[in-house]
C-alpha cells in the first residue's frame, strides 16, 4: 500500500510540472481543472460522476459510499478508484483529493455532474417535467420545468445562469452568435449548489442533468440521452406509488448488458450521437416487491399550446414478468392537464379518483397495457397516441403504473412528444 501511494504522488508531482509546463509555454494561462466540493456525510448509496461530452451517452464512473462516512473519506476514494481503474479519455488519472474536494479532473467545472442512490454529501436533486417549445414565427425557445425542495443557488439552461428559483426561460435564437440547428439540437438544464473557490479554482455540486433534444423543426421533444439515474429515477421524471409502497423498493435505473464491460465507463458503445432508442445504456426498472402494490413514475410536458393535438411516444417492456400468474399489469398514460384543476396526483394515477377530463377507474387515459396475456417477451415496444389540449391548457400529464405484487420488473426506455398543430390526426384523442 505505501509503494501505492508513492506512486500515486510521484504521477500527481508530474502532472503538476505537466501544468506548469503547459501554463509557461501558453502565456502562464492554466488548464482548467473541475474541482467537486463535496461536504457533510454520505447516506450510503452509488456515487455516480459522469461528464458531458459530444455526444448524448455519457461516460460515468462510480463507487459505493457508507452511511455516516465522510466527505473527506468519499473523496480520497473517488480520486483513487479513478486513479486505479482509469483507461478513459474522460477522466483523467491525475486525480487527488484534499478536505472534501475532489480536484485535478480536466476541463471546466461545467463538465461533471453527480448521480446515484447516494442522497447525501450536499449533492443537489435534479429538476423534473423539463420541456421545451419552440416558436417558429419569433424564433424563440421556451423551456419550463421544475425544481426540487428548496430549489437551487443558480440554474444553467440555455443563455446566462438563473435564478436558483427560476422554472422557465425563453431566449431569442436570432440573437445567437451561432444559431442552433433546431433539427438536432440537445439542450440541458443544470442546478448548482455550494459554489466556492479552492486554491483559486471555481467549483460547484451539480445535479444530475435534464435533456431534451429537438427536432423537426422544433416540433418534436424526446428523451434520447443515456444520462445516469439520482435515486433510481430517469432525469425528468419522479416517482410515485400507493398502498404503502416505498420509493426505493419500485424504482431502480437499469443497464443492458451488452454495455457492461467492468471498465471504468461501465459501457462500451458510449461514444454514439443516434436517434435510436436502443443504444440508451441505460433504462428504466418499476417494480412492486413482494409486499405488492402499484407504483410507477410520471412528468409533465409543460408550455404547451392550448387547441393544439400532440402525438405521445413510448417504449415499453415487461422484462421478464411471469406470463403464467395473472395478478400484475403495466399501463402507459396519458392527459391534459385543465386549468384550475391542480396537478395528478397519486390516487388520480392510480385510477382510484377521477382524472381532470371526469375519466375514472384503471383504463382512464391509457394508452397501453400489458399483463400475463398480452407482454412484450423481453423486447421494448413502442406505442402512440394523440392527444388535443383544451384551449385552456398548456400542459399534459404522463405516468406509468404497475399493479400487482411479487413481480420480477418492468420496463420504460425513452418518451417522445411531437406537435402536430391544431388539427387533430384521424383516430387519434384524448381518452
Not at 107 to 116: Q, V
Not at 197 to 210: Q, W
Not at 279 to 296: C, E, V, W
Given at each position: 500500500?505505501?509503494?501505492?501511494?508513492?506512486?500515486?504522488?510521484l504521477?500527481?508531482?508530474?502532472?503538476?510540472?505537466?501544468l506548469?509546463?503547459?501554463?509557461?509555454?501558453?502565456?502562464?494561462?492554466?488548464?482548467?481543472?473541475?474541482?467537486?466540493?463535496?461536504?457533510?456525510?454520505?447516506?450510503?448509496?452509488?456515487?455516480?460522476?459522469?461528464?458531458?461530452?459530444?455526444?448524448r451517452?455519457?461516460?460515468?464512473?462510480?463507487?459505493?459510499?457508507?452511511?455516516?462516512?465522510s466527505?473527506?473519506?468519499?473523496?480520497e476514494?473517488?480520486?483513487?478508484?479513478?486513479?486505479?481503474?482509469?483507461d478513459?479519455?474522460?477522466?483523467?488519472?491525475?486525480?487527488?483529493?484534499?478536505?472534501?474536494?475532489?480536484?485535478?479532473?480536466w476541463?471546466?467545472?461545467?463538465?461533471?455532474?453527480?448521480?446515484?442512490t447516494?442522497?447525501?454529501?450536499?449533492?443537489?436533486?435534479?429538476a423534473?417535467?423539463?420541456?421545451?417549445?419552440?416558436?417558429?414565427?419569433?424564433?424563440t425557445?421556451?423551456l419550463?420545468?421544475?425544481?426540487?425542495?428548496?430549489?437551487y443557488?443558480?440554474?444553467?439552461?440555455?443563455?446566462?445562469?438563473?435564478?436558483?428559483?427560476?422554472?422557465s426561460?425563453?431566449?431569442?435564437?436570432?440573437?445567437?452568435?451561432?444559431v442552433?440547428?433546431?433539427?438536432?439540437?440537445?439542450?440541458?438544464?443544470?442546478g448548482?449548489?455550494?459554489?466556492?473557490?479552492?486554491?483559486?479554482?471555481?467549483?460547484?455540486?451539480?445535479?444530475?442533468?435534464?435533456?431534451?433534444h429537438?427536432s423537426?423543426?422544433?416540433?418534436?421533444?424526446?428523451?434520447?440521452?443515456?444520462?445516469p439515474?439520482?435515486?433510481?429515477?430517469?432525469?425528468?421524471?419522479?416517482?410515485?406509488?400507493?398502498?404503502?409502497?416505498k420509493?426505493e423498493?419500485?424504482?431502480?435505473?437499469?443497464?443492458?448488458?451488452?454495455?457492461?464491460?467492468?471498465?471504468i465507463?461501465?459501457y462500451?458503445?458510449?461514444k454514439?450521437?443516434?436517434?435510436?432508442?436502443?443504444?440508451?445504456?441505460?433504462?428504466?426498472?418499476?417494480?412492486?416487491?413482494?409486499?405488492?402494490?402499484?407504483?410507477?413514475?410520471?412528468r409533465?410536458?409543460?408550455?404547451?399550446i392550448?387547441?393544439?393535438?400532440?402525438?405521445?411516444?413510448?417504449?415499453?417492456?415487461t422484462?421478464?414478468?411471469?406470463?403464467?400468474?395473472?395478478?400484475?399489469?403495466?399501463?402507459?398514460h396519458?392527459?391534459?392537464?385543465?386549468?384550475?384543476?391542480?396537478?395528478?396526483?397519486e390516487?388520480?394515477?392510480a385510477?382510484?379518483?377521477?382524472?381532470?377530463?371526469?375519466?375514472?377507474?384503471?383504463?382512464?387515459?391509457?394508452?397501453?397495457?400489458?399483463?400475463?396475456?398480452?407482454?412484450?417477451?423481453?423486447?421494448?415496444?413502442?406505442t402512440?397516441?394523440d392527444?388535443?389540449?383544451?384551449?385552456?391548457?398548456?400542459?399534459?400529464?404522463?405516468?406509468?403504473?404497475?399493479t400487482?405484487?411479487?413481480?420480477?420488473?418492468?420496463?420504460?426506455?425513452?418518451?417522445?412528444?411531437?406537435?402536430?398543430?391544431?388539427?387533430a390526426?384521424?383516430?387519434?384523442g384524448?381518452?
Open positions: 500500500m505505501k509503494n501505492n501511494n508513492k506512486v500515486i504522488v504521477e500527481i508531482l508530474i502532472f503538476q510540472i505537466l506548469l509546463v503547459v501554463s509557461y509555454s501558453f502565456g502562464n494561462s492554466r488548464m482548467a481543472t473541475a474541482p467537486i466540493p463535496f461536504k457533510g456525510t454520505a447516506t450510503g448509496g452509488e456515487l455516480i460522476l459522469t461528464r458531458r461530452t459530444s455526444e451517452n455519457m461516460p460515468i464512473v462510480s463507487i459505493q459510499t457508507q452511511a455516516g462516512e466527505a473527506e473519506s468519499v473523496a476514494r473517488l480520486a483513487k478508484y479513478i486513479h486505479d481503474n482509469n478513459s479519455e474522460y477522466f483523467n488519472r491525475w486525480v487527488s483529493a484534499r478536505g472534501g474536494v475532489l480536484k485535478g479532473l476541463g471546466g467545472a461545467g463538465n461533471y455532474f453527480l448521480a446515484g447516494e442522497m447525501g454529501l450536499g449533492i443537489p436533486l435534479p423534473y417535467s423539463f420541456s421545451c417549445t419552440y416558436n417558429e414565427k419569433t424564433n425557445l421556451s419550463n420545468w421544475e425544481n426540487p425542495p428548496g430549489g443557488d443558480k440554474i444553467q439552461a440555455l443563455g446566462p445562469e438563473l435564478k436558483g428559483n427560476a422554472t426561460c425563453t431566449t431569442d435564437l436570432d440573437e445567437w452568435s451561432h442552433p440547428d433546431i433539427n438536432n439540437f440537445n439542450i440541458l438544464l443544470i448548482i449548489n455550494n459554489e466556492t473557490y479552492v486554491d483559486e479554482e471555481y467549483c460547484r455540486l451539480a445535479s444530475v442533468i435534464g435533456a431534451i429537438i423537426n423543426k422544433g416540433r418534436v421533444q424526446e428523451e434520447i440521452f443515456g444520462i439515474f439520482k435515486n433510481g429515477v430517469t432525469p425528468n421524471w419522479k416517482a410515485w406509488s400507493v398502498e404503502g409502497v420509493q423498493q419500485m424504482v431502480e435505473g437499469s443497464i443492458r448488458k451488452n454495455y457492461l464491460n467492468n471498465k465507463n461501465r462500451e458503445k458510449h454514439q450521437l443516434t436517434s435510436d432508442p436502443s443504444t440508451k445504456p441505460f433504462y428504466q426498472l418499476i417494480k412492486t416487491g413482494q409486499q405488492g402494490g402499484t407504483a410507477g413514475i410520471y409533465q410536458f409543460l408550455g404547451l392550448g387547441g393544439h393535438t400532440y402525438r405521445l411516444s413510448a417504449r415499453l417492456s422484462l421478464e414478468s411471469d406470463s403464467n400468474k395473472n395478478n400484475w399489469s403495466y399501463s402507459l396519458a392527459v391534459a392537464d385543465r386549468k384550475g384543476k391542480g396537478k395528478l396526483n390516487t388520480q394515477m385510477g382510484l379518483v377521477a382524472l381532470p377530463n371526469g375519466k375514472k377507474g384503471l383504463d382512464a387515459g391509457r394508452i397501453a397495457n400489458y399483463d400475463s396475456s398480452k407482454n412484450t417477451k423481453g423486447e421494448f415496444e413502442a402512440s397516441t392527444v388535443t389540449l383544451p384551449q385552456d391548457s398548456n400542459s399534459i400529464t404522463v405516468w406509468l403504473r404497475l400487482g405484487e411479487n413481480t420480477n420488473g418492468v420496463g420504460f426506455d425513452w418518451i417522445r412528444l411531437e406537435d402536430l398543430g391544431r388539427k390526426s384521424p383516430g387519434g384524448e381518452k
